[in-house]
């Protein structure tokens, strides 16, 4: 046969076996990743009916050749690699021929039929005795995969647990008055942004896209199958526990559906295909569980590498988008296009100068009582610098997504991979206003623009007496 020289690590495999072809327990609720109840050995009962057609025993895969290691990070065409090896397109086609498509085991089911009596050492070359040395790819592939999910999932345990001290300080430090919410805290919305920023990890690792779609995958379908808080949650000294049991739920949901996506990837029983979301499928083939490995995304030298930096990222975005969002509900605050102040006198502690569209954004807040003073939030002048909120950026996000969404708080949208360094679509989303301050009788008010989304025909009304209807 024809030898493709492929790159293949000069350092020993991870235990593959215990990725794909092995009892398992690393993430949490599955007791066996692949569904079977024993080690590989014990599917051979299920080969009678479900077993590999003679022309796919035939195909012949390019050899991997241990010689010719590099980096797989530094692969200049990763794609080009990943389809000369020729195992995407043999797992789908494994998985095809079977009856209804039936994808359970599907990995150690191949594995066993290629190689029977497979040993963990010199397993690339056990793949180029048998004609089929671009598998070793995908097994290898399927791996980091794993070993990505459960550092993710593992990791994401301990930020949740760091935060509940956190969200006591954010409160503390809001002064937060007694009562509740006048609506629930979007936590989905707050967390899945969170998830999509990870400009860190994609600085010291560029081959990220594959764990990118996984976890950005897994946020796309927090409501799926987990309901989602609809509480309001208490202020004043129960802020701590209700925004902090809000926080864990959503994490624990999060962490659910990495499993989930995990399993169905790997063929767990009763693992439906179609449960993966469109975002994880890169590859030109029929089953989503191979084609979340197209392109060579998961053909990575360290599958966590840069991992911790990514969390504490998210971790930090997801501290300054509630603690903004807790101001919002509980001190009532607004973003404000203000139509009186020029550029040179845009300057006060919570203003931002928008050069773009030329305009001063600014923040004030309303003290919730019928006719009370639309003021300037003095009291969260420092904000900016206590949580490291970039001011500029924060208000115009609010901004964007109150314009963007015709007049009212849009959903979140996270960002498409962990290269962009942009706050996620109304990351920061809050009540915004157009108009010019005016102060009467010690009471503030805000005469509002009728050029604006969401105050159409209300040229000159004031605001706090709009409130108060």
Not at 25 to 45: E, H, I, K
Not at 140 to 155: L, P, T, V
């Amino acid at each position: 046969m024809v030898t493709i020289s492929f790159l293949v690590p000069a350092v020993p495999l991870l235990n593959i076996l215990l990725a794909v072809a092995s009892p398992l327990t690393a993430l949490g609720r599955d007791d066996n990743l692949l569904g079977a109840a024993s080690p590989l050995t014990d599917l051979r009962r299920d080969l009678a009916e479900r077993s590999m057609s003679q022309e796919l025993r035939d195909r012949k895969l390019p050899d991997c050749n241990s010689d010719s290691y590099e980096s797989w990070d530094d692969i200049a065409d990763k794609p080009l690699f990943w389809g000369n090896t020729g195992a995407e397109h043999y797992a789908d086609d494994f998985i095809s021929e079977q009856n209804n498509s039936d994808h359970r085991d599907w990995a150690a089911r191949m594995l066993e039929e290629i190689l029977p009596d497979f040993a963990q050492s010199d397993f690339d070359s056990q793949f180029n005795a048998v004609d089929k040395g671009g598998l070793y790819y995908l097994y290898k592939s399927m791996e980091n995969f794993h070993s990505f999910a459960k550092a993710y999932k593992d990791k994401l345990d301990r930020a949740a647990f760091s935060t509940a001290q956190e969200v006591g300080d954010m409160a503390e430090w809001l002064a937060l008055p007694d009562g509740e919410a006048d609506e629930p805290l979007d936590i989905f919305g707050i967390v899945s942004g969170a998830a999509s920023i990870g400009s860190l990890l994609s600085s010291t690792n560029p081959a990220v896209a594959g764990a990118f779609d996984l976890v950005s995958g897994a946020a796309d379908l927090l409501g799926n199958f987990q309901p989602k808080p609809e509480e309001k949650p208490d202020v004043g000294n129960e802020a701590r526990a209700t925004i902090d049991k809000m926080v864990a739920s959503t994490i624990d949901a999060l962490q659910d559906n990495i499993s989930r996506l995990t399993e169905t990837v790997f063929g767990k029983f009763g693992a439906i295909q179609s449960d993966i979301p469109q975002k994880m499928l890169r590859g030109d083939v029929v089953n989503p569980a191979v084609s979340v490995f197209g392109s060579g995304d998961w053909m990575r030298d360290h599958a966590t590498e840069g991992l911790d930096a990514s969390i504490a990222k998210q971790k930090d975005e997801l501290k300054k988008s509630l603690v903004w969002q807790m101001a919002r509900l509980f001190k009532r605050i607004y973003v404000v296009v203000r139509t009186d102040i020029p550029q040179d006198k845009c300057t006060e502690p919570n203003n931002a100068w928008d050069a773009e569209k030329s305009r001063c954004l600014d923040m004030l807040s309303w003290d919730g009582t019928a006719g009370g003073t639309l003021g300037g939030a003095n009291d969260l002048n420092e904000i900016w610098n206590e949580f490291q909120l970039d001011k500029f950026a924060t208000l115009r996000n609010a901004v964007d997504c109150w314009e963007g969404s015709g007049g009212k708080v849009g959903d979140v949208k996270p960002n498409d991979d962990w290269a962009s360094t942009e706050i996620p679509y109304c990351f920061f989303g809050i009540e915004v206003l157009k108009g010019s301050y005016e102060s009467e009788d010690m009471h503030g008010m805000l005469r509002l623009s009728g050029d604006f989304p969401g105050q159409e025909n209300m040229e000159g009304i004031g605001f706090f007496r709009l409130v108060e209807r």
